[in-house]
């Protein structure tokens, strides 16, 4: 059996950065991937980097493409009864977001893994997680060609919403909410409609302006949960959008990708039994209107990174410890602003007029009323924790 002190389940952002960080401070490990390389970074979902985990990656050497490319936002807008409304985030709360794709943080942290002779195997799926409460905890996977197994001082489960480290997870609490919505998002070869992200509540259902590039547009669309892409031909999702934006300068471009997204909240408490611990979506799933999911996928490792440093360093077990505690604070305050972005914006599905005009009465609140845009700059930005600088 081969043997490493970290092994790590999946190679999104969460275990990707906890394998780089890690290796920053002298420690090994090993990261298992299901699927191939060029399907990891293919796959196209997160765009916002909150100022603070921008930050991260910078001081973990990781933020030379980033800041070179990386599209600097100072706001955001809200859409609402005809007419647009700015947030002004650096004037409202002193800084604003990055706007650089989860595809792009995922290759240059595999570049970087791999540039410093770092372990990532592809194509294989953990399937067997045992021996926690011992202290050489190991990992069964199968690949293409046979089985390999894996013991390592601590398992660190970043394998994401379908992973299979959860259920490993023995004596944890599940809290969990469905939503009635879904959203149908594509990535379009067409230049954006407007400079900055545009939120758009409307009475046919949500719909989101985003980007990726000064040539490439990201667009979603709030559906039916059990919707199917094949009943959305492209011409009807322009037209759509079209509507639901109603943005003069968006041109219909080539459609690079799509898919249907449904939503749900989910937390996993605690995030740790014996020497496994879960990080990112593998822990907790938030519907996408707050942007964000990969920013606490990014915060929850640099705090396990530091515990395992510790650890090793010094034999203390206190920050391993209080993780799940450390991490719950923000992970809690991301749920609820997520919750509350997807209510105030989706439009609900039995077309309840009460629900409707609290929604109006919030979205113009939001806009005139300073201390509330204030809450939602705090909330987006990623400064209503105080947790991450
Ligand atoms: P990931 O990225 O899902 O990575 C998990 C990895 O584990 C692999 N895996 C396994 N490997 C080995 N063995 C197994 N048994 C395995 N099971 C699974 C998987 O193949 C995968 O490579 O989880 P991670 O690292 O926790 O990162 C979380 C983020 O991906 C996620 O929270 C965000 O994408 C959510 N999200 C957004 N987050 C933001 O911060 N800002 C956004 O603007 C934002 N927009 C979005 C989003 C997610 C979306 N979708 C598609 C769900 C927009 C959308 C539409
Ligand atoms: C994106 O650009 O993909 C994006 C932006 C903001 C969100 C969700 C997704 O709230």
Redesign the pocket.
């Known amino acids: 059996m081969e043997r490493t002190q970290v092994v790590i389940l999946g190679a999104g952002p969460a275990g990707l950065f906890l394998s780089h960080l890690l290796h920053l401070g002298g420690i090994e490990s090993v990261v298992l991937e299901r699927r191939d390389r060029a399907y990891v970074e293919g796959r196209?979902?997160?765009?916002?980097l909150e100022f603070g985990a921008a930050e991260l990656l910078r001081e973990a050497g990781l933020g030379g493409r980033m800041d070179r490319e990386g599209l600097v936002h100072r706001g955001i807008n809200l859409r609402f009864a005809g007419q647009r409304h700015r947030l002004d985030f650096e004037d409202l709360v002193g800084r604003g977001i990055l706007?650089y794709?989860?595809q792009e943080v995922v290759k240059d942290l595999i570049a970087a893994r791999l540039a410093a002779g770092g372990t990532i195997i592809f194509g294989a799926d953990a399937v067997r997680i045992e021996g926690i409460e011992s202290t050489r905890p190991t990992v069964a996977y199968d690949t293409s060609s046979g089985q390999g197994e894996l013991a390592a001082d601590v398992v660190a489960g970043c394998d994401g919403s379908h992973g299979t480290s959860r259920e490993a997870l023995t004596g944890a609490r599940r809290f969990e909410r469905i939503y009635p919505y879904a959203?149908l998002?594509i990535l379009a070869q067409t230049p954006p409609a407007a400079e900055e992200?545009i939120?758009a509540y409307h009475e046919r259902g949500f719909a989101?302006h985003?980007?990726?590039s000064p040539a490439v547009s990201?667009l979603?669309l709030q559906v039916a949960p059990d919707e199917e892409l094949d009943r959305w031909p492209e011409a009807r999702i322009w037209e759509e959008l079209r509507l639901r934006l109603d943005e003069p300068s968006l041109r219909p471009g080539p459609v690079i990708e799509s898919s249907i997204t449904p939503m749900r909240s989910l937390v996993i408490e605690p995030m740790q039994a014996g020497r496994l611990f879960l990080a990112g979506d593998a822990a907790h799933i938030v519907p996408?209107?707050?942007?964000?999911g990969m920013n606490l996928a990014l915060a929850d490792v640099s705090v396990l990174a530091g515990a395992l440093l510790e650890w090793y360093r010094s034999g203390s077990t206190a920050l391993l410890d209080s993780y799940s505690a450390d991490c719950a604070r923000r992970v809690w305050r991301a749920q609820h602003f997520s919750s509350f972005?997807t209510q105030l914006l989706h439009r609900d599905p039995q077309g309840d007029p009460f629900e409707h005009r609290l929604r109006l009465s919030n979205l113009a609140y939001l806009s005139g009323s300073r201390a509330a845009a204030k809450s939602l700059a705090e909330n987006y930005v990623g400064a209503a924790t105080g947790a991450l600088g």
């Open positions: 196209v979902r997160a765009g916002v706007v794709g989860q959203w998002g992200l939120y989101l985003s980007m990726r990201r979603y996408p209107t707050g942007a964000k972005m």
